[in-house]
């Protein structure tokens, strides 16, 4: 087997994380964190996948201290010992309101957002090939609650790994 030298330099972004609620699956569940509100409207299991719309609206400044922060959601079972990560779906654009009018943007805009966004959980387990979907029932959610989570960014570092002797895969010679 041929050997070589591998070297890679790889910028780590850092992140505070933390819980920053945790609400049950009710209609009208709100969590609101200094400029950021979060509301659920409806939740739907429809074919083993849970779904949940909700509106979202927050407020930012280019006077804000620093980055604001990134929210995702869970479902979490605590007796089960299971956990879920929601994919957001944007259901409508959402606007900003400035001074001098309301624009429809993307990204990191300064001003006051509002989105209706639908959140999608499904369960897969590790198996063979790409896994094995195991499927949310009832009973499931039922002893459900979403959790949101924070990230809040704080920094990057720099950092270089080197490895001597590293394997390399044969040439290839079908070119």
């Known amino acids: 087997m041929r050997r070589g030298r591998y070297r890679g330099v790889f910028d780590l972004m850092l992140a505070e994380v933390d819980i920053a609620a945790t609400l049950s699956l009710d209609p009208g569940a709100t969590f ?4 950021y509100r979060f509301v659920l409207d409806d939740v739907e299991l429809d074919d083993n996948v849970v779904r949940l719309s909700s509106r979202i609206a927050a407020i930012s400044s280019i006077f804000d201290p620093g980055p604001r922060p990134q929210y995702e959601f869970f479902l979490r079972h605590r007796e089960r010992r299971e956990a879920l990560r929601g994919t957001r779906l944007l259901r409508y654009d959402y606007v900003t309101m400035r001074a001098f009018g309301t624009y429809p ?11 209706r966004t639908q959140i999608v959980f499904a369960f897969w387990r590790p198996g063979r090939g790409e896994g094995v979907f195991a499927g949310i029932d009832e009973a499931w959610l039922s002893g459900a609650e979403l959790v949101i989570v924070r990230f809040r960014p704080s920094g ?12 390399l895969p044969p040439p290839d010679t079908q070119g």
């Open 32 to 35: 609101q964190s200094e400029a």
């Open 156 to 167: 990057s570092v720099e950092r270089t790994l080197t490895i001597d002797d590293f394997p």
């Open 105 to 115: 943007v993307g990204g990191e805009a300064t001003g006051f957002s509002r989105e």
